[in-house]
Each structure stands twice: as structure tokens, then as C-alpha cells.
């Protein structure tokens, strides 16, 4: 029995190549995202050239299987890529998690083989992808989307409004759910692939955010937009299941963005209490702040814990629904706690721009927001351990 439980890593101990892969994308993170994340944050845009330095690195294809010209990696891969890139900027984080752990997710698990042949590939050096499910008067419901999809010659006429789409602005594809038969109710939802450009698609107004600025929320608006029926994932009537089934684990990844979110903000209060100086001393050298940094220490690991636990039962197909909401909420309220204390400990200069933390606070009040509420995970969790 021993000799199984020692086979048996530890939750935090990575292979030798998550190591490497880990290591090089934060290491691009510090060098190329770093010097541009003020700006970025200031102007509410992403930069151009950044977006092209992703494609290369592999960072927008992590999971896409080589044989479709993407990186061939896991889907832990994908974790630790959003964790080290959150570390440095979250609206990057955000970005590449939407692209990886929703877009791409769904084209290879739901896509037909010409689906898959028509945009991985693309995925691999310039292409951005959308996943478009909430509306002005769904969000929490999901399902009471009121976007219609009505059958149209060889395909489907979509019309309706989307709200609150992440890479709205960089995407040239669109995951987009609307409901093919509203008597049915759930069962009617349907997922479709739109391309930018597609007549009756318009980008909507981009959203000006408390946080997460440089990544774009906007708006889509259909209207009379036709797309042929190749242009389906999944089946029809059965979108609701490619939402649900995407999003347990697209969840796993906004852990890893507040998991990096934290660690971020912990990295720069051991910096700043080392330097800082009062009362003839460094104040690392004061045991309240040595308490508060351990605090932040302590919630940083446990949140590692539950997101690495997640994603590694996620490769190893095992149940991961309630772990996945636990990472979520646990994550996102470490988020907003470690870069709360992380300002507390920065004293004045935490409260203004010209230091980094102001902003990680402001980034971490999403993460309890989208793909699913703190209330909507409390949800699942309660039913999972009730089971009602
Ligand atoms: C920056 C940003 C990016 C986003 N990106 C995307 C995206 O790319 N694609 C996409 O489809 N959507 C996206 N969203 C939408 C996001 O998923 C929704 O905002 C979120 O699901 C909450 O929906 P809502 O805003 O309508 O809030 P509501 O559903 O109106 O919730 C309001 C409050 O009521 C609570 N509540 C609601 N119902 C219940 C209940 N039954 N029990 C207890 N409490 C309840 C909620 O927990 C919340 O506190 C994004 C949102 C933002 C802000």
C-alpha cells in the first residue's frame, strides 16, 4: 500500500515539461506583457502585437492536437498557461482562457471533422474565438436566451442581441447559442458557429469595465443572420448540453486566472515589505505584516490545491463538477482578498496607479462574476453534497 501512495504525486508536483512550459510562459509574461499591462489597462485595449507574440508561443492553440498544427497539450497545459500569464496581467489571462478552455474545447469535443479542419488550424496562428451565451435578460438562466434561430433553405436565420462577450473585438469566429424551438424550451438551444463578417452580424458597443480592461466585452447583434447547417456543434436541440459541459470546465480556468491574479499580488508585497521602510526597518520585519504575508501565503496554496485538483481530474476524465465550483469561488475570493492585502501593505502607494496592486483589485472583482455567479456555484455545491 505504501509503496502505491508514494507513486502517487502531489497535487502541486509538476512533470518535468508543466514545469518547463510554466516556467517560459511566465518568463514571456514578465518580459513582454509586464512593460504594457499599465497602458493596456489605461487605454481599455488590447495591443496588437501581443496578441501576434500569443500565436507564436504556442498560447492560443495549448490543446489543439499538433496533427491540426496546434501545441498538443493538455488541458492542464492550459491551466498553468492562464495561471502564469494572470500573474503578470489577468485581461491576458482572460483572453487565452475563453480561447482555450471555452472556444476551443467545444470545437474539438462537439465540431465535425470539417469543423475541426476549418478552424484549428487557424486557431494555431491568427484566429480568436468568441463563446456567446449570456443576453440582457439572461445571465445566471442561461437557458431563457431569447436569440432565435428559425430554419432558413439550407440553413438557419439567427436573430437576437448578445451582451457581455469576451474578445468581442479581437474574435473572427463566434460560438453563438440560440434557441431553434422556444416551445421546447432548453432542449431547443442549438450552438452555432458564426463567422465575423457573416451579412446581419454586427460588433456591438465595447463595455468600459472596472477591471480586466484591456481584455473587450461587447455586445452582438443579429439580425436576419443566415448560417448554413455545416456550420453546427453538436447536434440540433442540444446546445445546452456543449454550454453546460464547456463551461464546468471553462470554470477550472477563471480558477487559474485568480490563482495567478493572487500570486501576482503576493509576488509584489514580498518585494515591496522587504524595501519598505518604518520605524528604522524594513516592515517585513514587524510580525503583524510577517502574519498578513503568511495569510496571503496560505490562501494562495490552498486555492492551488483546488485548482490543480480540478484540472488534473478533468485530464484524468473523472468527475470534476463540484470541485470545478469549489476552485471558482474559493479562487475568486482569494483573488479579491490577497490584492486587498496586498494594498493594505503598500500603505498610500497601494491606492494609486503607479504601482501595480490597485489594479489586480480591480481585476479580481470579475472573477466571482462570469461563467457563473459565486451564488450559482454555491448552487451546484450544496446540490452535489444534498443531493437535491
Ligand atoms: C467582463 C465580463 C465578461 C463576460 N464574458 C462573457 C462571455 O464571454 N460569454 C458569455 O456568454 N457571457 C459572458 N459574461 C456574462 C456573465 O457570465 C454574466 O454576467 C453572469 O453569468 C451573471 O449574469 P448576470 O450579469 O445577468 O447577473 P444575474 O444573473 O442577473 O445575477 C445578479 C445577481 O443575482 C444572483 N442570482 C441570480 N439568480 C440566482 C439564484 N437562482 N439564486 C441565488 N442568487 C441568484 C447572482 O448570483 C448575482 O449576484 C461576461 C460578463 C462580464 C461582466
Given at each position: 500500500m505504501s509503496q502505491t501512495i508514494a507513486a502517487m504525486p502531489a497535487l502541486t508536483r509538476l512533470a518535468e515539461d508543466e514545469v518547463i512550459f510554466r516556467d517560459s510562459v511566465y518568463e514571456f509574461a514578465d518580459k513582454e506583457i509586464r512593460p504594457l499591462t499599465r497602458e493596456m489597462d489605461e487605454h481599455a485595449k488590447f495591443n496588437p502585437d501581443l496578441l501576434k507574440k500569443l500565436f507564436e508561443m504556442g498560447l492560443l492553440s495549448v490543446e489543439v492536437p499538433e496533427s491540426y498544427g496546434g501545441a498538443g497539450g493538455t488541458f492542464f497545459h492550459s491551466v498553468l498557461a492562464v495561471e502564469s500569464l494572470s500573474r503578470v496581467d489577468p485581461s491576458v489571462g482572460v483572453l487565452v482562457d475563453v480561447q482555450n478552455t471555452l472556444v476551443i474545447n467545444a470545437v474539438m469535443r462537439w465540431g465535425t471533422e470539417d469543423l475541426k479542419r476549418k478552424y484549428l488550424p487557424k486557431f494555431a496562428t491568427s484566429m480568436i474565438g468568441a463563446y456567446c451565451l449570456s443576453e440582457a435578460g439572461s445571465?445566471?438562466?442561461?437557458?431563457?436566451?431569447?436569440t432565435r434561430a428559425v430554419e432558413k433553405g439550407d440553413g438557419y436565420s439567427i436573430t437576437g442581441r448578445k451582451l457581455w462577450i469576451t474578445n468581442g473585438n479581437e474574435a473572427d469566429m463566434f460560438i453563438v447559442f440560440a434557441n431553434?424551438?422556444?416551445?421546447a424550451g432548453y432542449r431547443g438551444i442549438t450552438a452555432f458557429i458564426v463567422d465575423r463578417g457573416t451579412p446581419g452580424f454586427t460588433v456591438g458597443k465595447k463595455e468600459d469595465k472596472l477591471g480586466i480592461r484591456a481584455s473587450s466585452t461587447c455586445e452582438l447583434l443579429f439580425e436576419d443572420c443566415v448560417v448554413p447547417k455545416?456550420?453546427?456543434?453538436?447536434?440540433v436541440g442540444k446546445g445546452y448540453k456543449v454550454a453546460i459541459e464547456t463551461l464546468n470546465e471553462g470554470r477550472i480556468g477563471i480558477g487559474a486566472q485568480m490563482l495567478g491574479l493572487a500570486q501576482g499580488a503576493l509576488d509584489h508585497t514580498i518585494a515591496y515589505v522587504k524595501e519598505r521602510k518604518q520605524f528604522g526597518k524594513a516592515?517585513?520585519?514587524f510580525q503583524g505584516v510577517q502574519f498578513q504575508i503568511a495569510r496571503m501565503a496560505l490562501d494562495v496554496e490552498t486555492t492551488r490545491l483546488l485548482v490543480y485538483n480540478s484540472a488534473r481530474l478533468r485530464d484524468a476524465g473523472q468527475p470534476f463538477l463540484t470541485e470545478a465550483a469549489m476552485c471558482k469561488i474559493h479562487s475568486s475570493e482569494v483573488a479579491e482578498r490577497v490584492a486587498s492585502m496586498a494594498i493594505n501593505l503598500y500603505g498610500?502607494?497601494?491606492?494609486?496607479?503607479?504601482?501595480?496592486v490597485e489594479k489586480l483589485y480591480r481585476d479580481a472583482k470579475i472573477g466571482q462574476i462570469y461563467e457563473g455567479t459565486s451564488n450559482m456555484q454555491l448552487g451546484t455545491i450544496a446540490k452535489a453534497i444534498l443531493g437535491n
Amino acid at each position: 500500500m505504501s509503496q502505491t501512495i508514494a507513486a502517487m504525486p502531489a497535487l502541486t508536483r509538476l512533470a518535468e515539461d508543466e514545469v518547463i512550459f510554466r516556467d517560459s510562459v511566465y518568463e514571456f509574461a514578465d518580459k513582454e506583457i509586464r512593460p504594457l499591462t499599465r497602458e493596456m489597462d489605461e487605454h481599455a485595449k488590447f495591443n496588437p502585437d501581443l496578441l501576434k507574440k500569443l500565436f507564436e508561443m504556442g498560447l492560443l492553440s495549448v490543446e489543439v492536437p499538433e496533427s491540426y498544427g496546434g501545441a498538443g497539450g493538455t488541458f492542464f497545459h492550459s491551466v498553468l498557461a492562464v495561471e502564469s500569464l494572470s500573474r503578470v496581467d489577468p485581461s491576458v489571462g482572460v483572453l487565452v482562457d475563453v480561447q482555450n478552455t471555452l472556444v476551443i474545447n467545444a470545437v474539438m469535443r462537439w465540431g465535425t471533422e470539417d469543423l475541426k479542419r476549418k478552424y484549428l488550424p487557424k486557431f494555431a496562428t491568427s484566429m480568436i474565438g468568441a463563446y456567446c451565451l449570456s443576453e440582457a435578460g439572461s445571465g445566471s438562466d442561461a437557458f431563457a436566451l431569447a436569440t432565435r434561430a428559425v430554419e432558413k433553405g439550407d440553413g438557419y436565420s439567427i436573430t437576437g442581441r448578445k451582451l457581455w462577450i469576451t474578445n468581442g473585438n479581437e474574435a473572427d469566429m463566434f460560438i453563438v447559442f440560440a434557441n431553434v424551438n422556444p416551445d421546447a424550451g432548453y432542449r431547443g438551444i442549438t450552438a452555432f458557429i458564426v463567422d465575423r463578417g457573416t451579412p446581419g452580424f454586427t460588433v456591438g458597443k465595447k463595455e468600459d469595465k472596472l477591471g480586466i480592461r484591456a481584455s473587450s466585452t461587447c455586445e452582438l447583434l443579429f439580425e436576419d443572420c443566415v448560417v448554413p447547417k455545416s456550420q453546427i456543434l453538436g447536434e440540433v436541440g442540444k446546445g445546452y448540453k456543449v454550454a453546460i459541459e464547456t463551461l464546468n470546465e471553462g470554470r477550472i480556468g477563471i480558477g487559474a486566472q485568480m490563482l495567478g491574479l493572487a500570486q501576482g499580488a503576493l509576488d509584489h508585497t514580498i518585494a515591496y515589505v522587504k524595501e519598505r521602510k518604518q520605524f528604522g526597518k524594513a516592515i517585513a520585519d514587524f510580525q503583524g505584516v510577517q502574519f498578513q504575508i503568511a495569510r496571503m501565503a496560505l490562501d494562495v496554496e490552498t486555492t492551488r490545491l483546488l485548482v490543480y485538483n480540478s484540472a488534473r481530474l478533468r485530464d484524468a476524465g473523472q468527475p470534476f463538477l463540484t470541485e470545478a465550483a469549489m476552485c471558482k469561488i474559493h479562487s475568486s475570493e482569494v483573488a479579491e482578498r490577497v490584492a486587498s492585502m496586498a494594498i493594505n501593505l503598500y500603505g498610500g502607494n497601494g491606492f494609486v496607479k503607479e504601482y501595480p496592486v490597485e489594479k489586480l483589485y480591480r481585476d479580481a472583482k470579475i472573477g466571482q462574476i462570469y461563467e457563473g455567479t459565486s451564488n450559482m456555484q454555491l448552487g451546484t455545491i450544496a446540490k452535489a453534497i444534498l443531493g437535491n
